[in-house]
């Protein structure tokens, strides 16, 4: 079986220098779910990542685990679980489970309700 490599031309780093350089994440119009795009340095052995979501308690709301992806610019969808209580904070960490770990970076958000939930009451 022969697989397509595209001649990019990029320096791939080895997983000591592997790294994420950016994460951001924007809230959906209904307010319950969150697009997140991440990218990492181009690598030449494939990292494991893991993201979690918590609220402004620090309780975890959403969390997922990559495990070897297929690129360094990734795209994807979380849920958020429970009632809304900013601001978010979205961790991303990069590491090899026989190798080098990368401390977590942290994304800093609110999400604005959805206009159908309901309100709670003010007094």
């Excluded at 780093?13 to 991440?38: C, F, H, M, W």
């Excluded at 309780?59 to 900013?86: A, C, D, Q, Y």
């Excluded at 601001?87 to 800093?108: F, W």
């Amino acid at each position: 079986m022969d697989f397509f490599f595209p001649e990019d031309n990029l320096t791939r780093a080895v997983p000591e220098e592997t790294k994420i350089n950016s994460l951001s994440a924007q809230p959906y119009p209904d307010g319950r779910r969150l697009r997140v795009n991440l990218e990492v340095t181009p690598f030449q052995k494939r990292p494991y990542i893991e993201i979690i979501l918590t609220d402004a308690d620090g309780n975890e709301v959403s969390s997922t685990s990559i495990v070897e992806p297929l690129s360094w610019k990734l795209e994807f969808t979380m849920h958020i679980r429970g009632e809304l209580n900013n601001p978010y904070k979205l961790n991303a960490r990069l590491y090899y489970p026989d190798g080098p770990s990368n401390e977590p970076i942290t994304y800093s958000f609110d999400v604005e309700p959805h206009p159908d939930d309901p309100q709670p009451a003010s007094t």
